[in-house]
C-alpha cells in the first residue's frame, strides 16, 4: 500500500521523530523505555510519545543522541521496528488470492490513543482496535476518517457536581499526523464540487503499524466560513452539519483513495454513517468503465460490507428528504449522471412516502453486498430492526449475520501483564491464530497471577490519587472537584464502572438502593472501593442526570474513601481502570446493547466481569469465569426490571463476589478467585480479541467480497449487466406469478407435497421454489423443490418429501428470486407465498 506523501531522512532525530508518528508505540512497549529517557515525567503522566517528542527541547534530544548508550538503543529500536514490518504475516498463509485485496475501512471515528482525540467511545474504540489488529496480521486495510478541529468534548464539572463541556482545539502539529502531500512534495488538496462551487478538503495521513489511517478536514483557508467548520466537532451541531460530515467522510474519503492511486477490492462501512462512500466508489465505476450509475453500483455493491452497531430505530442516522435533496442534488445530477429521485429511494425505501425520512442505514443495506451486527444477540435484534425493508421474509431470514467484537488485547494490556503473557505465551502471541494462547496461560502458578493482580491494582490506587488532584476544577480561587478526595487502599476489592451515561446503559443501578450499596462498600472486614467514571452526550440531560446522582452519592460522609468518580474519561483513563480494577460492572438494558467492549479489556489484566447477559456477555458469561446478572431474560423494562435486576446485583456482591475475593489461604491468595481469573484470562481473551475478530471478518467478509468484486468488474462489467437485465424481467414480470392447487400424500413416514406454478414471462431457472416451516427458537426450515413437468396451461409442476414428524400444513411453498452469486434477499428481495 503507497501513498503520495514523500519519504524521509533517515537522521537520528529524523529516527525517533518517525517511531513517534508510528502509532505502533500506543501498543507496543518495546519503545517504553525510549521515550522515557526523553522526557520520564511527561511520559510517565500521559503514556504519549508524540508529546514527548514535541515537548524534549532538540538540545536535550541531539545531547543524548550523541551518547553511545541512547544511540545505540535508537539504532535497536529502528531496526526491530523495521524487522518486524518483514516477517512473514498471517493474511498471506490465509489469502490465496493473487493479487491479495485491499479493503477500505470507513469509520466517523477512530480510537488509536489519547494523542489522536477523534473519538467518543464505542464505536471508534472498534475502529482503532480493529485497525491495529489488521496490522499485527498484515491485513491490508487502508482507514478513511476525519479530523476534527475540536473532535469530542472534554468533561468538567461545576461546583454542584453538574456536567460541563469542554472544546479544546486540535492543532495538527501537536498531533502524530503528517500532511499528505503529492508527488512532488507540495500539500494535496482534494477538490469537492458543490452548487455554490468548488470546496477543497485536506488530508492528513496518520501510520498505525502495517497500516494507513488517512484522514480529512475542510479547514482549507479557501473555503467559506460554514464550509470550514464542517469537520469541528465530532456528533456536534445539527442535522446540517451531520450530513455534511458523511458526506465528507464518505465521497471525500473515496474520492481521496483514487487520487492516492488506490483501487481497494472492499469497501468496509462501519456503520451507516460512510454508506456515501459506495455512491462514490460507483461514480469512479463509471468514469472507469464508461458504464451508468445503477450498472456500476451493482459491481460496488459486491465488495461492500456494512457492519451496524445499533439497536434501536432511534439510533440511525435519518435525515429530511429535502435537506438531503439540497445537498446532494447537484451530486447526483453532475457526478452520478441519475435523478436524486433514485437516490433518495436508496435511503427511503421501497415504496415510501414522498416525505419519509432518508435513512442512512437503510442506505447501507442497499449498497451492500454482506450486512453484519456485532454479536449474535445483536443479530436477532438487528433481523428485527431490518424486517421492514424485507416484507413478506420471514424474520429469520433477513441478510443479517454477526461478527462478534473483540479488543485489541496489546493495546489494553498493563506493562506488568505484558511481561506475564509473554513468559507463558510467546512474544508474538497476538500475530496469528491463538490456538496455543489458552494453554499457556492455564500453566501460570497461582501466586504469578495474585501477585500481578496485587501489583496492578496498587498501580491504580496511586493513579487515582493523582488524578483527582491532576483533573480537579478550581472554582473561585479554591481546589473543588465536586466530591472527596480518594483514599483508596492497594489491597482493597476494587470495583470499576465506566460508560457513556445513558439511560439505557443503567448506570445508576447500582444506586437502586443506595444503602445497601453503601453497606457493601464500607462493611469493616470486606471493604470495597468503587471507582466511577463517564461522559453524557451534552444534549442528553437525562444522561447528565445520572451522573449527578453518582456525585451526590460519593459525597455521603459514609462512603467517603469507598467510591470516587474520575473526571473527564478518556482513553487513558479507560487504559488505566481496566489494569487495575478487579471486577467490572456493566448494567445494560437487554438487549439493548448491541457488544459493549469494555468488560472485555480487563480479560488481559486478570479483572472479572458482572454483568447482564446482553452483547458479548450473553456469548460469555458463565459460573466459571464471571457472574451474570438476573436471569437472562427479556422482562421489559421499568422499575419492577430494575427492582429485580439491582436485587440480583447487590445479591451477588454480598454472598459470592465479596467472600470470594477476602477467602484467602496461608499464603494471603484467594485460590477460588484465582481459579476464575484464570480461566476467564485464559478462555475469554483469544475468543473476544480483536484479532480473532479481523480473522473472522477476513475469512467470512473480506474474501470473498473481494471475489465477487472482482467477478464483476471482469469484461467491463459484463456480470453486472447480467443481474441488471436479470432485476428487470423480474420486477416486470413478478406480479404475474400465482400458485395452483397443492396437493398432499403421505408416502410411509414422509410427505410428498406437489404444486403447480404459473410463472408467466419469468424461466424457471431465475427463480427457487422451496418449502418453508417455521421452527420456534430455531432456524427455519427451508426445503427445496424440484422441478417437473409443464403442464398445458403453461404451469410448471414442483415436488418434495419432507418428514412427517409435523403436520404437512406446517410447510407453506413459496417461489423466490436466484441468480447465481447474487445475494437474496439483500440484492433481490422478490418472494411469493401460496395462500
Avoid at 428528504?321 to 441519475?338: G, I, M, N, Q, W
Amino acid at each position: 500500500m503507497s501513498d503520495m506523501t514523500a519519504p524521509c531522512n533517515t537522521s537520528g532525530e529524523q529516527a525517533v521523530t518517525d517511531l513517534a508518528l508510528d502509532l505502533h508505540w500506543t501498543w507496543n512497549h518495546a519503545t517504553d523505555r525510549l521515550w522515557r529517557q526523553l522526557a520520564p515525567d511527561i511520559w510517565d503522566h500521559t503514556r504519549n510519545a508524540w508529546a514527548v517528542l514535541l515537548n524534549t527541547p532538540r538540545s536535550r534530544l541531539r545531547a543524548l543522541l550523541a551518547t553511545p548508550d541512547f544511540r545505540d538503543m535508537l539504532d535497536q529500536l529502528v531496526r526491530a521496528h523495521a524487522e518486524s514490518r518483514e516477517k512473514p504475516v498471517w493474511f498471506t498463509q490465509a489469502c490465496t488470492m493473487a493479487p491479495p485485496p485491499t479493503i477500505a475501512y470507513f469509520s466517523m471515528e477512530y480510537m488509536l490513543d489519547e494523542a489522536l482525540p477523534i473519538y467518543s467511545g464505542g464505536l471508534g474504540n472498534v475502529a482503532g482496535d480493529q485497525l491495529k489488529a489488521a496490522s499485527d496480521l498484515g491485513v491490508p486495510v487502508v482507514a478513511v476518517g476525519l479530523l476534527y478541529a475540536q473532535g469530542y468534548f472534554r468533561q468538567g464539572f461545576s461546583e454542584t457536581g453538574q456536567q460541563e463541556a469542554l472544546y479544546p482545539i486540535n492543532d495538527p502539529a501537536q498531533l502524530p499526523i503528517t500532511p499528505v502531500c503529492d508527488g512532488n512534495g507540495d500539500r494535496l488538496r482534494v477538490p469537492f464540487r458543490i452548487v455554490t462551487g468548488q470546496i477543497w478538503l485536506r488530508a492528513w495521513r496518520a501510520r498505525v503499524g502495517r497500516t494507513v489511517l488517512y484522514l480529512l478536514d475542510t479547514n482549507d483557508p479557501d473555503n467559506p466560513p460554514a464550509i470550514r467548520c464542517i469537520t469541528t466537532q465530532l456528533y456536534g451541531g445539527d442535522d446540517t452539519l451531520r450530513l455534511r460530515q458523511e458526506m465528507v467522510l464518505g465521497i471525500g474519503g473515496w474520492r481521496l483513495l483514487r487520487v492516492l492511486g488506490l483501487r481497494p477490492d472492499v469497501c468496509h462501512l462501519n456503520e451507516g454513517h460512510a454508506a456515501f462512500a459506495a455512491l462514490e466508489r460507483a461514480c469512479g465505476l463509471m468514469e472507469d468503465l464508461g458504464i451508468p450509475f445503477v450498472h456500476a453500483l451493482t459491481i460496488a455493491r459486491a465488495g461492500t460490507v456494512f457492519t451496524t452497531h445499533t439497536a434501536v430505530p432511534a439510533g440511525f442516522d435519518r435525515f429530511a428528504p429535502e435537506l438531503v435533496r439540497r445537498h446532494l442534488d447537484f451530486y447526483a445530477c453532475h457526478d452520478l449522471r441519475t435523478d436524486i429521485a433514485e437516490i433518495l429511494a436508496l435511503g427511503q425505501g421501497e415504496g415510501a412516502a414522498p416525505d419519509a425520512p432518508f435513512n442512512m442505514a437503510w442506505l447501507a443495506l442497499r449498497v451492500s453486498g454482506a450486512v453484519n451486527a456485532v454479536s449474535r444477540l445483536h443479530e436477532q435484534v438487528s433481523r428485527a430492526l431490518f424486517n421492514p425493508q424485507f416484507p413478506r421474509w420471514p424474520q429469520g431470514e433477513v441478510p443479517v449475520s454477526h461478527v462478534t467484537n473483540g479488543v485489541h488485547v496489546p493495546t489494553w494490556d498493563s506493562a506488568a501483564a505484558d511481561a506475564l503473557w509473554t513468559s507463558a505465551t510467546g512474544k508474538d502471541r497476538w500475530l496469528g491464530t491463538l490456538e496455543e494462547v489458552e494453554h499457556g496461560v492455564r500453566a501460570i502458578p497461582d501466586y504469578d497471577l495474585w501477585h500481578s493482580r496485587m501489583q496492578a491494582r496498587a498501580a491504580l490506587v496511586g493513579f487515582m490519587v493523582g488524578q483527582h488532584s491532576a483533573r480537579a476544577c478550581f472554582m473561585g480561587g479554591r481546589h473543588e472537584c465536586g466530591m472527596p478526595p480518594p483514599a483508596f487502599g492497594p489491597d482493597v476489592l476494587t470495583i470499576g464502572f465506566a460508560r457513556r451515561f445513558a439511560t439505557y446503559k443503567r448506570p445508576d443501578l447500582l444506586l437502586h438502593d443506595p444503602d445497601r450499596l453503601a453497606r457493601i462498600l464500607t462493611r469493616a472486614d470486606r471493604p470495597v472501593q468503587l471507582v466511577i467514571a463517564g461522559k453524557a452526550h451534552p444534549r442528553d440531560m437525562a444522561g447528565q442526570a445520572l451522573i449527578t446522582r453518582w456525585m451526590e452519592f460519593i459525597r455521603r460522609p459514609d462512603v467517603q474513601g469507598h467510591a470516587t468518580f474520575l473526571v473527564d474519561y478518556d482513553m487513558s483513563i479507560a487504559r488505566r481502570l481496566v489494569e487495575g480494577v478487579d471486577l467490572w460492572i456493566n448494567t445494560p438494558l437487554r438487549p439493548w446493547e448491541a457488544c459493549g467492549t469494555s468488560g472485555m479489556k480487563v480479560l488481559v489484566n486478570g479483572g472479572l466481569n458482572v454483568s447482564e447477559p446482553d452483547g458479548w456477555w450473553a456469548e460469555a458469561g458463565a459460573p466459571d469465569v464471571g457472574w451474570v446478572i438476573g436471569d437472562g431474560m427479556d422482562h421489559g423494562e421499568g422499575p419492577s426490571r430494575d427492582a429485580h435486576d439491582a436485587d440480583s446485583l447487590y445479591t451477588l456482591l454480598e454472598h459470592e463476589i465479596v467472600p470470594l475475593f477476602y477467602q484467602r489461604d496461608g499464603e494471603g491468595v484467594p485460590r477460588d478467585w484465582v481459579a476464575i481469573m484464570r480461566e476467564s484470562m485464559a478462555r475469554l481473551t483469544p475468543r473476544f480479541s480483536a484479532n480473532r475478530a479481523v480473522r473472522d471478518y477476513t475469512h467470512g467478509f473480506y474474501l470473498p467480497a473481494a471475489a465477487a468484486y472482482r467477478a464483476r468488474l471482469a469484461d467491463g462489467g459484463a456480470k453486472a449487466a447480467d443481474i441488471g437485465r436479470w432485476r428487470q424481467a423480474m420486477a416486470a414480470g413478478w406480479a404475474d406469478i400465482r400458485f395452483g392447487t397443492l396437493q398432499v400424500t403421505r408416502v410411509a413416514d414422509r410427505w410428498r407435497i406437489h404444486v403447480d406454478l404459473h410463472l408467466g414471462s419469468i424461466t424457471p431457472d431465475m427463480v427457487r421454489v422451496q418449502l418453508y416451516a417455521d421452527v420456534p427458537a430455531g432456524s427455519p426450515i427451508v426445503v427445496p423443490m424440484t422441478a417437473g413437468a409443464g403442464g398445458r396451461d403453461g404451469s410448471v409442476s414442483y415436488d418434495a418429501e419432507v418428514d412427517a414428524s409435523r403436520p404437512a400444513t406446517d410447510y407453506t411453498p413459496r417461489v423466490t428470486g436466484f441468480y447465481p452469486d447474487v445475494s437474496i434477499p439483500l440484492e433481490a428481495s422478490f418472494i411469493a407465498w401460496q395462500k
